[in-house]
């Protein structure tokens, strides 16, 4: 079979194809960042996992085994790791919101989804987190942003 055969196809809500994409995956990205709303979480720097898909409006079969054809997932690490180092963040929320962001710099990017959980807090009890799914305004699918 062909490659101009295999194309990946999006599906909207009812499962109907919309356009050619393909995903990234990002998963188990652990970052340590000032993250937390009480006042003894600032300046004692925790541990944030982040997982994270982002779903690309492109062609897989069209970008020619050309790293300058694609969504640099590289690069995508590194300016989250740049964001988490510059200052405090209150919320989970926050920290998802501007992860999602940094992926919709890329004007490629259709939809992200992004889950963060502290992993350093209740004494290993449990793991908080939170878990965002959010569209480009605009394309197929799309929740109006409040």
Not at 21 to 27: D, G, H, P, V
Not at 101 to 121: G, P
Request: hydrophobic share 40%; aromatic share 4%; proline share 4%.
């Amino acid at each position: 079979m062909s490659h101009a055969m295999l194309a990946l196809v999006a599906e909207d809500e009812n499962d109907q194809p919309v356009a050619p994409c393909y995903r990234i995956r990002i998963e188990d990205f652990v970052v340590t960042l000032s993250i937390g709303a009480y006042e003894h979480e600032r300046g004692r720097p925790q541990r944030v996992r982040i997982d994270l898909e982002m779903t690309i409006d492109q062609d897989v079969t069209a970008i020619g085994d050309r790293l300058s054809a694609v969504v640099s997932y590289d690069g995508v690490l590194d300016r989250i790791e740049e964001m988490a180092s510059r200052r405090h963040i209150n919320l989970l929320e926050t920290l998802a919101m501007e992860v999602a962001d940094i992926c919709f710099a890329d004007t490629r990017v259709r939809r992200v989804a992004v889950s963060v959980r502290k992993l350093d807090i209740f004494d290993g009890r449990a793991v908080p987190g939170i878990r965002l799914d959010l569209a480009r305004p605009g394309s197929r699918g799309a929740a109006p942003r409040r």
